[in-house]
């Protein structure tokens, strides 16, 4: 069976900084766009950044110039490397795959649990 779990959530203090990972666990052929996602308290969902299986990012507005994605595919594994960070970074973040392949089979859009980051002096 396949799972995402994150971990590297915590309390931050404003401009400090925290590394995010997702760990893609079972026997796992593949897996194609990996992303994180954050929803802060009382809002909807929203992307933070994305990153294909050769590379390619995207990130949110918000975010760019201070978070960087990352992933290692032999590894199974994506982090997310998060500096400057704000109070309005606050936030449960949650790892997505859009696609795993896993013993030859494929299923779409896999979801972590989640984990707290929260940013307050």
């Known amino acids: 069976q396949v799972e995402l779990v994150e971990s590297g959530g915590g309390l931050v203090q404003p401009g400090g900084s925290l590394r995010l990972s997702c760990a893609a666990s079972?026997?796992?052929?593949?897996?194609?766009?990996m992303g994180w996602y954050r929803q802060p308290p009382g809002k909807q969902r929203e992307l933070v950044a994305t990153i294909t299986m050769s590379g390619s990012t995207n990130y949110a507005d918000s975010v760019k110039d201070r978070f960087t994605i990352s992933r290692d595919n032999a590894k199974n594994t994506a982090w997310l490397q998060m500096n400057s960070l704000k109070p309005e970074d606050t936030a449960v973040y949650s790892c997505?795959?859009?696609?795993?392949?896993?013993?030859?089979?494929?299923?779409?859009?896999?979801w972590g649990q989640g984990t707290q980051v929260t940013v307050s002096s």
């Open positions: 079972g026997s796992i052929d593949s897996i194609y766009t």
């Open positions: 997505n795959a859009d696609r795993i392949c896993a013993d030859y089979v494929c299923r779409d859009d896999y």
